[in-house]
Structure formats: structure tokens, C-alpha cells
């Protein structure tokens, strides 16, 4: 981070150096430049770039909107976690059994986001005056997942325990619902390369160009997983031990500040609104990869309601669990371009 803030102030500061120039040369149309550049460009001669009329240095503030697919591990460890800790199908000690556990059906997931950057073209440095219409970007990209649903399950669940103190505990019947929701949210600094590609015609239209651009960088990621099991109380004659009794289950996994490698493309078109402003709008892919390890903090108890609430049986969860972060998310960004 302390890299990028050096960058942030000091490559502003070149980028700003040749529109100094601008107010001392008179002015050139786009257009123009463009097509006597590539006259000379035909005839063998590689010209340099007018600092009056380079490409803009910008800064960038956008909006996102992305697709995150379904991480098929993250799923099938949740459901092992439900079944063993919760419903406890496997277990002997006190085992139960429940309605079928519902997967969310949706095949990808709305993710939020945002971009903060700069992009400097080359040329404004000085030393590269030709710069094969290359920028330096650099920047930070956040992308968020909302708590959603994970998986659920609704309706009757049984519990046996054959060490209970009562013939009528054994057996106990619970209406209720179990549900597991999954949230995520990941910050990724980015350094890479922009291309743009422009030509007489495009820059008529508000002096658009086609842009395409590379970027890597290293995404810290907090993410978790909460499970909620709530079972309606009931009344239970069972006699010196005939009371209300109640199942609740919590639990959250929970993994922060796990570190993921990023890459990133953007394809887009740029066109100016105003005189300092451009606007961009990018297709873009963020691939990310890591193995977060996953801490686990929760509990699996029946008890009573009245008194003390004098328990019955419990179960603490501290299992930690470790998982492929592997996943291409799709987007669509908008930016906003302010000239330096």
C-alpha cells in the first residue's frame, strides 16, 4: 500500500507537467494531429507527441456490477458442517433427522463493487514519448457479496437421544428452520497497463477511443458463513423432568484478511462528456485465487426454558476448515474520468 499512496502523489504530478505547455501552443484539433500523424507515420517518420494535444491523464471513480458463480466447494462443506453439527444424521450419541436441505438455485450471485484509480499515458511521463498509445494504471477495486441465503431446510425435526433422563425425551419432535447464509467482500490494489485505439473518425464523437487494459494484484478478502437453527419450543410431561424444552443452534466460519492473487481485463468504450471529464464504460473479468482457512465458533444445544434453563445436551464447534478460492467474476463498470 505504501507503494501505491508513492505512486498516487508523485505520477499525478509528471502527468500534469505537459499541459503546462498547453496554454503557450496554440490550439490544435484532434483531428488534425491525428491525421498528420499517421501521414508521417506512413512516410517512415515516427514522430513524437505534442504535449498540447497527448492523451488526458485520468483520474477514475466507477461503479460495478458483477456475477460471482456458486463456489461448489464452499457449498459442500457447508452442507457436511449442517449435517454432522446440526441435523447430526450421522451421529449416535444424539442423533436426528430433518426435511431436505434446500441449495439456493441460483447458478450466480450480484456482486457490488467499485474502482478508484489513475491511469497515466506514457507519454506524459517525458521519457517515453512513444508509447505505443500505452497508460500506467494503478488503483484499488472493491467487490462485495451481500448476506444471502446458502442453504435452508423448514418443517419437522427429530432428535434421539438415548441418554436422556426420561422414557419422553428420547424422542422429541421439533417445528422450526435451519438456514445458512454466506457474505463476502474482497479489496484488491491493481497495477497494470492500458491500451487505447483511436482514429480520426472516433475522435469526432466526442472524442472517443476503444480501450483495453491489464492488471494484477494481491485481493484481502474477509468472508463468512452463518448458521441459524431455530426450533419452536415445546411442553414436555415427562415427570420430575417435565418442562419446556429448546433446541438452538449457532454457528459462523469465518475467514479474514485471507490473501488472494488477482488478474483483471477490461474492454470498453471512452468518450469526453466535458471539457475535464470522460466517461467509460468497461466489460470486465476478475480472476481470483487463494486458500482461506476458515475459523469455526458456535454451539448445538437443547435445555430448558424455564429457570435456569438447565441443559440437556450440548455440543461446541471449533472445527476450522480450508478452502480453493477459485473464481472468474464477470462484469460490467462504469467510470467516471476526471483530467489531471
Given at each position: 500500500?505504501?507503494?501505491?499512496f508513492?505512486a498516487?502523489a ?5 502527468a ?6 498547453k ?13 498528420s500523424?499517421?501521414t508521417?507515420?506512413?512516410s ?6 505534442p504535449a498540447?494535444v497527448?492523451?488526458p491523464?485520468?483520474m477514475?471513480?466507477g461503479?460495478s456490477?458483477?456475477?460471482?458463480p456458486q463456489n461448489?466447494e ?5 452442507q ?12 449416535t450419541?444424539?442423533t436426528?433427522?430433518?426435511p431436505?436441505l434446500?441449495?439456493d ?7 457490488p ?7 497515466v ?15 500506467l494504471?494503478f488503483?484499488?477495486?472493491g ?23 426420561h ?17 463476502a ?9 492500458g491500451?487505447?485505439?483511436t482514429n480520426?473518425?472516433?475522435i ?15 485481493g484481502f478478502?474477509?468472508g463468512k458463513r ?8 415445546q ?12 433446541i438452538q ?7 479474514s ?10 474492454a470498453g468504450?471512452?468518450?469526453r462528456?466535458?471539457e475535464?471529464?470522460f466517461?467509460?464504460?468497461f466489460f ?5 485465487y487463494?486458500?482461506?482457512s476458515?475459523?469455526?465458533?458456535g454451539?448445538f444445544?437443547?435445555r ?8 440437556v ?12 478460492y477459485?473464481v472468474?467474476i464477470?462484469?460490467?463498470?462504469l467510470?467516471?474520468g476526471?483530467?489531471?
Amino acid at each position: 500500500f505504501g507503494m501505491f499512496f508513492i505512486a498516487a502523489a508523485v505520477l499525478p504530478q509528471w502527468a500534469k507537467a505537459p499541459r503546462a505547455a498547453k496554454r503557450k501552443t496554440k490550439a490544435v484539433k484532434p483531428t488534425e494531429v491525428v491525421e498528420s500523424r499517421t501521414t508521417l507515420r506512413e512516410s517512415g517518420i515516427n514522430p513524437p507527441v505534442p504535449a498540447d494535444v497527448a492523451r488526458p491523464a485520468l483520474m477514475e471513480y466507477g461503479v460495478s456490477l458483477g456475477l460471482k458463480p456458486q463456489n461448489n466447494e464452499s457449498t459442500g462443506n457447508a452442507q457436511s458442517f449442517t449435517q454432522a453439527h446440526f441435523l447430526r444424521e450421522s451421529e449416535t450419541a444424539y442423533t436426528g433427522s430433518s426435511p431436505q436441505l434446500q441449495k439456493d438455485p441460483r447458478a450466480h450471485l450480484l456482486t457490488p463493487g467499485f474502482y478508484v484509480g489513475c491511469a497515466v499515458p506514457l507519454e506524459r511521463l517525458g521519457f517515453l514519448q512513444e508509447s505505443f498509445n500505452l497508460s500506467l494504471l494503478f488503483g484499488v477495486e472493491g467487490s462485495f457479496l451481500f448476506p444471502t441465503n446458502l442453504l435452508s431446510a423448514e418443517g419437522s425435526f427429530r432428535y434421539l437421544n438415548p441418554q436422556a433422563p426420561h422414557l419422553a425425551l428420547t424422542d422429541l419432535t421439533y417445528q422450526g428452520r435451519l438456514t445458512v447464509t454466506q457474505s463476502a467482500a474482497v479489496l484488491t490494489p491493481l497495477l497494470g497497463i492500458g491500451w487505447s485505439y483511436t482514429n480520426a473518425t472516433l475522435i469526432r464523437w466526442n472524442e472517443s477511443s476503444l480501450q483495453a487494459r491489464v492488471a494484477v494484484g494481491t485481493g484481502f478478502a474477509n468472508g463468512k458463513r452463518e448458521y441459524f437453527l431455530d426450533l419452536d419450543s415445546q411442553y414436555v410431561s415427562a415427570g420430575a423432568y417435565s418442562d419446556t424444552y429448546q433446541i438452538q443452534g449457532r454457528a459462523m466460519q469465518s475467514y479474514s484478511m485471507a490473501v488472494l492473487g488477482a488478474l483483471r481485463v477490461d474492454a470498453g468504450w471512452r468518450m469526453r462528456l466535458a471539457e475535464n471529464f470522460f466517461i467509460t464504460l468497461f466489460f470486465s473479468g476478475t480472476f481470483y485465487y487463494g486458500k482461506p482457512s476458515y475459523g469455526t465458533l458456535g454451539s448445538f444445544s437443547e435445555r430448558t426454558v424455564s429457570g435456569t434453563g438447565k441443559v440437556v445436551f450440548q455440543n461446541l464447534l471449533t472445527q476450522p476448515v480450508d478452502e480453493t478460492y477459485s473464481v472468474f467474476i464477470p462484469s460490467v463498470f462504469l467510470a467516471l474520468g476526471y483530467v489531471l
